[in-house]
């Protein structure tokens, strides 16, 4: 930094200057004969490199520039004023008292206000009625017990006039009112900004408000002698104040105030008060003392009703900001279980309630093809578009990621289907290059579920339903059109696919998978053996067992199939499930030999649904086994073939589902009583 040289210089003669000075008063260095030299030249020049030090601070340095500037104008008209002391003042035998000197000394009290404020202002980008509030209780509070302290002092003031006096007890009052605005404004900033910066200017000011404090109790009882260790302490506190100026030059930043930080200090301030206000009652104070003690008081109370309000309205924003989805506004799942439970609570009248959940077709695409900053976009428009639709008959929220939510009702005159085709019109949005569109499940609340859980499972099984049913998804297409190939070519092969698929749907259902999973999913386990297409009959319908290079072959069928089905583009997160559908839990499968938790969870459901469904089929070269012995089989191998926590679950569904198993043609198929729900919402 090109001013280094200068503010070493500044801050070297100060601290030589301080240091001389004190051992000067102190010892008598020098002797008496070089009074002058201490008293006047070595402690203006203090003062006068004090008030440079601030202004180059403020010149070099844009943080904090007007504050610095205005502590240099302070601590300048310091220096101007003892100069005139020393060089007009002191040397008269009938020196007038106020004089020219103390004019400029009270007017530099106003400049270092005004350095602290804005200094509080360059650190805190903004303000509230507390934080003057607090400024004012520390003003009140400081002035309270400077006069109390002060008191003794006044009682030889009484023989001079009453402007003199005035003037005594200005310098020490403004002092320490001074001292108690840097108090609290340490306070609004926080202790760890600019630490060392404001506890160098709260020492320098108390160390200035000390000296005028034995300046007045000297003075008033003709004590005061010029050369003592009184002005040393002025020039410290002069000192301080500049060596703050460069203590944290560019390295402070703006901060929030704290709220519970901030209410220690007018707490802190009230005590003092109520103090004073205790001690009235057995040693009486001034009653101006007493007033400002009161009115700290009353300041303090205000500051309460102040805080008070603040929490109000923080509480307020907290509360609204648990229960809103911060990325569209909607209601959150917090709102939507609370609203939905409202809602079942109510009794059915006149009016008709429906439970709606919505999942955007063709979001992922977009999101990976725009990035995610559109997609927060669009999820945020898609959001605003919905809450529009509905307003005028329920409420609409975010359940999470790209699913929405309604609970509507109708008034007798406009249709739930309606109000329904509204808000999934609402959830549409085409332009080029993209379509987004949603799937809806819809539940009449209270009538079709009873309780918040289900109604949410029941909404999510009839979304996915129509999910399932949509045809015009180029994913879909493609998959109709190689089950179609399929069937012609391996008509088993198809109705085994088909029962994996059931199998594995209902399965990750109960591990909690999403929609856009579990379509993945039922793709994947419908076409996790169409890379057999590639694989010689001979091979395939081989009656007795297979040799090692035709097992080589066999076990090339995945990666056929991943290789057919990244054809379509709609269809990479199938192909990459169905390369694994044969990995095992152990790592000794193909064609990667993945093992434990690096398998993919849907790849590893599909894998056990498959041994399922191949166990309790009839097949041409083996009969069916029973479900018991199935499920014992699964068991055995869990933790080697077999993920443990998905058989589990297997075995559980299966049990949940004993007395609905149904044979149709060879395969044991859940019988679902859910199905039957999977219709439209009608009015």
Known sequence: MHTRTPVLLLLGVIAVGVLLHALHSITGLGGSGLDGFFDDYLYNAVLAAAAAACVLRGAAVETGRLAWFAFGAGLGLWAAGDLYWSFEISTSADAPYPSIADALFLAGYPALYAG?????????????????????????AAAALGTALLHPALTGLTGKASIAVATDLAYPLLDIVLLAFVVGAVAIVGAAAGRREWGLIAGGLLATGIADAVFLYRDAVGAYVEGTPIDTLWMMGAGLIALAAWSGAGRSTAVEPSINRSLFFPSLFAIVAVVLQVGDLTRPLSPLAAGLATATLVVVVLRLFVAFAENSRLLGTVRHESVTDALTGLGNRRKLLTDLQQALDSRPGTHQTAF????????????????????????????????????????????????????????????????????????????????????????RIPQEASEPTKTLKLADHRMYAEKGRRIDSAGRQTRNVLMSVLREREPELGEHLQGVASLAVELGKRIALTAEELDTLARAAELHDIGKMAIPDEILHKPGPLNDQEW?????????????????????????????????WDGQGYPDRLSGDDVPLGARIIFVCDAFDAMTSERSYKPRIEVDDALDELRRNAGSQFDPMVVEVLCELIEDHRDTLADV???????????????????
């Open 116 to 140: 602290v404020a804005l200094l509080v202002k360059a650190r805190v980008p903004r303000f509230s009625s507390s934080i003057w509030l607090d400024g004012a209780i520390g003003a009140l």
């Open 552 to 584: 080589a072959l066999l076990r090339t069928h995945t990666m056929v199939g991943e290789r057919i089905l990244e054809a379509a583009p709609a269809m990479g997160p199938v192909a990459r499930l169905v390369r694994w559908t044969h990995e095992r």
């Open 665 to 683: 043609g060879g395969h044991v198929k859940l019988d679902h009583a859910e199905a039957r729900l999977e219709r439209p919402l009608t009015a």
């Open 356 to 443: 709606a959940i919505f999942d955007l077709d063709g979001f992922k695409a977009y999101n990976d093809s725009y990035g995610h900053g559109a997609g927060d976009l669009l999820l945020h428009r898609l959001g605003r578009n919905l809450a529009a639709a509905v307003k005028p008959f329920g409420s609409a929220y975010r359940l999470g990621g790209d699913e929405f939510c309604v609970i509507a009702s109708s008034d007798g005159d406009v249709k739930l289907d309606s109000i329904l085709a509204a808000a999934s019109a609402a959830l549409s949005e085409e332009g080029e290059g993209f379509s987004i569109g949603c799937s809806r499940g819809a539940v």
